[in-house]
């Protein structure tokens, strides 16, 4: 009789854990959201309020987003057929009754294409290379007083060039635009030397046989040895010097100055 008692009881306190277990796992909610989001929407009316207009202009359609360096965001601006831009500051298209405007361009052969979007222009540069060669070969001198750097300029950014002063990286500007200029800093000619002492409101003069440019200095930092963009035109009057840095040959030393008079 004794034994049958605990049996019964032992019976129920095993009822009673199971339903205390169940009644448990019944309190857990598994929920997740309908609609996960992963990433930003890419939709025009959720990024522009609904105020986009398919198959129609839209101001968005010509707005360029803010760049670190290459070409300068006014320059791109202006570049584009924006209908949004007020007339006149269109670059490279007529406004109204203002005359049409290129940098070193000579417009006495240019000719509008029959449709009127696009037009041809022939180059020639207002200066050459001609222009600023001397008796030495040299083109110009460039100096940055406070560090004591001072060097003739050859044309080219050849070991020839470099062995004498400083080169002149052909694709860039010679005298407006964004001028380039390479050289050594150690060794028998290390002309750029004390370009690693430059810090950035130092002034650049540039002298040449048709005028003299000061610059400002408005950057100083190493890139890499491929990156070329610091060359790039910027819609402005600069100067560009690029040098090895010792013991890193992936890098390169750049200061860049922009024309202040």
């Known amino acids: 009789m004794k034994l049958k008692r605990i049996l019964t009881l032992c019976c129920m306190l095993t009822m009673a854990l199971g339903m205390a277990s169940s009644a448990s796992a019944a309190d857990y909610s598994f929920e997740t ?7 930003g929407s890419t939709n025009y009316e959720d990024l522009y309020d ?6 129609a202009r839209n101001q968005i359609d010509y707005d360029i987003p803010e760049i670190q360096y290459g070409l300068s965001q006014e320059f791109l601006e ?15 298209l007529s406004g109204g009754s203002a005359t049409t405007v290129y940098p070193e361009s000579d417009f006495s052969n240019s000719s509008i294409i029959s449709g009127g979007s696009l037009i041809e222009v022939p180059y020639q540069p207002s200066v050459t290379i001609t222009d600023l060669k001397q008796k030495d070969g040299s083109i110009g001198k460039v100096s ?3 560090v004591s750097l ?24 010679i005298y407006t635009g964004n001028i380039g200029l390479f050289g050594h800093n150690r060794g028998s000619h290390a002309y750029f030397a004390k370009l690693k002492n430059v810090k950035i409101g130092d002034i650049v003069e540039y002298k040449t046989a048709i005028g003299t440019k000061t610059y400002q200095v408005t950057f100083v930092g ?11 035109e910027m819609g402005d009057n600069r100067i560009t010097l690029i040098t090895c840095i010792a013991n890193q040959p992936s890098l390169r030393l750049c200061v860049q100055a922009v024309e202040i008079r």
């Open 222 to 232: 190493s890139i890499s040895c491929t990156d070329y963009s610091y060359l790039n």
């Open 78 to 92: 202006t570049s584009l057929n924006n209908p949004y831009l007020s007339s006149g500051i269109q670059y490279g």
């Open 33 to 39: 959201s309908a609609n996960p989001v992963y990433y």
């Open 144 to 146: 940055i007083d406070r």
């Open 150 to 173: 001072s060097c003739k300029v050859y044309e080219g950014a050849t070991d020839s060039s470099m062995s004498k002063g400083a080169g002149h990286y052909t694709s860039s500007g």
């Open 50 to 55: 609904a105020g986009y207009n398919y198959g």
